[in-house]
């Protein structure tokens, strides 16, 4: 199936929609602001070597020296190796000397970045450490056998005049051996430039930065699949194009800039989609519906008819819900980028076949889906446990926060039991404290509630305490807030 990439360009944030016939598939997105420094490689100038506190501060370019620390500097820990005794900073640093290093914390308030000049480059399956002849496996592949295997394979990719190291990312469990070589060779040119670049520029410089949205759109997501990438940024057009030649160039052909009268996303329905995937409910072509709840632990979706269903086709009606559901699930999952244990609750079918058949048509659809899920079968109560594998973070994590009015919950007390809590309260104030009133601030709703169907209950607790109890209509107040205040 082809499928066509859009890319919607602005200085503050890149959105990219991946659609296939019309859908759209996936959406990643990326801020300026949330981008920050670390990854960034920079040849430096030494500003001021510290013996006393084996530091030095570090002139990358930027308002603030940098801080490095000798444990940050290979140079001295290599020594330490062969000698026993890690080698003073003074020894090794001075003022003035040109230095390779990398940002491994941002800068925050006063304090400046900090560095190390251990650098390390990250592809899409391997870390690349040039400095540092080791080869390394995430933990979090497989067993202790599997990632032998993976350090073997990769041990005979590696070029014969290659002195560094690698590290083996999660992303590599089922990698064939091309796609280990490629970023490989990848990795090594990256590196190749970052050191030819260290030679031709000044100190301070940047020489390298963590690759944008784009590139590691052109890097990862697109490939033989894709027919077109259009986006709406000459500028922006033109750097992905030369990333392209260099890296990927069989894409390079297929970019092209979109200078339409209307926006890309627009023109396409992707802000609707947008918008789409955020909300709790998806609407089925056949009437039927998915709710989708997102917890820190898991995801629930609630596979729903929609209204009355016929009674003579009742189970065929079910049936045809559940398929169209299962395709929906699949392509929710992608656009919302949903990671983790998700667990779908499709309508009850008494047929084991249709059962089997909904949840091949599960497994069938997302097969298209880049990132790795696992399906399980049905459990022992007619439920559907799948895992997919965490990437970044979910569109909801990155385009939402959790609502302040109920702290998340989704749900606010009611102008009643908010009332009722009012009156606890004072009751308890009174025993406590002797003002001549009490004034409570609230919302409108509450007070609205306290003048009319609650009147009675405060009037009677004024009469039990003998003090006068005045309402207060605070607008900015949510339904929840209140404060009650000696007068
Ligand atoms: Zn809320």
New binding site residues.
């Given amino acids: 199936m082809t499928e066509e990439i859009l890319v919607n360009h602005s200085a503050h944030e890149t959105r990219i929609a991946v659609v296939q016939q019309g859908v759209v598939q996936e959406l990643h997105l990326e801020r300026a602001a949330s981008r920050g420094l670390v990854g960034n490689v920079y040849l430096g100038r030494v500003s001021r070597v510290l013996p006393g506190m084996q530091s030095a501060f570090i002139d990358i370019g930027l308002e603030r020296a940098a801080f490095l620390h000798v444990a940050d500097l290979w140079q001295s820990r290599a020594n330490s190796q062969s000698t026993g005794h890690a080698t003073p900073i003074e020894k090794l640093l001075f003022d003035g000397k040109p230095l390779l290093v990398q940002v491994i914390k941002d800068p925050l308030g006063t304090k400046g970045a900090r560095l190390s000049t251990q650098i390390s480059i990250a592809g899409r399956l391997l870390v690349h450490l040039p400095q540092d002849p080791h080869i390394g496996v995430s933990q979090r592949i497989g067993n202790d056998s599997e990632r032998a295997l993976l350090r073997s394979r990769l041990q005979k990719l590696m070029p014969e005049d290659e002195r560094g190291g690698f590290i083996i990312r999660t992303s590599a469990e089922d990698a064939p051996d091309a796609e280990l070589a490629a970023d490989v060779a990848y990795l090594r040119k990256r590196w190749r430039e970052i050191l030819d670049e260290s030679q031709r520029k000044p100190a301070p410089s940047l020489l390298y930065q963590e690759l944008s949205l784009t590139q590691r759109m052109l890097r990862d997501v697109a490939g033989e699949a894709t027919a077109a990438i259009q986006i709406d940024s000459a500028d922006e057009c033109q750097r992905m194009i030369e990333f392209a030649n260099t890296y990927v160039p069989g894409l390079a052909g297929l970019i092209r800039t979109y200078n339409g009268e209307r926006p890309l996303f627009e023109l396409h329905g992707v802000e609707g989609e947008i918008e789409k995937a955020l909300a709790r409910r998806v609407d089925l072509k056949s009437g039927g519906y998915l709710i989708i709840d997102q917890t820190e632990a898991l995801t629930t979706v609630d596979v729903n008819t929609g209204g009355y269903v016929g009674g003579r086709n009742f189970d065929d009606t079910i049936f045809k819900t559940n398929l169209e559901a299962a395709h929906s699930i699949a392509r929710q999952l992608r656009v919302r980028n949903l990671g983790g244990i998700i667990i779908v609750d499709f309508i009850d079918m008494t047929s084991a076949e249709h059962r089997d058949a909904v949840l091949t048509e599960l497994k069938k659809a997302l097969a298209r889906d880049r990132t790795r899920t696992t399906v399980n079968g049905f459990t022992t109560l007619g439920l559907i446990e799948l895992t997919r594998k965490r990437t970044r973070e979910s569109l909801a994590h990155v385009l939402c926060e959790s ?1 302040p ?2 702290a ?3 749900m ?1 007390k009611t102008p009643r039991t908010v009332c009722y809590e009012i009156l606890r309260e004072i009751q308890r104030e009174a025993r406590q404290f002797d003002p001549k009133e009490f004034r409570i601030l609230a919302s409108q709703d509450v007070v609205d509630l306290f003048l009319e169907e609650e009147a009675q209950p405060l009037a009677a607790l004024g009469d039990a305490i003998g003090k006068r109890i005045s309402l207060q209509v605070e607008s900015i107040y949510s339904q929840e807030q209140y404060d009650i205040i000696l007068v």
């Fill in positions: 609502c009015t109920c998340g919950r989704g606010l």
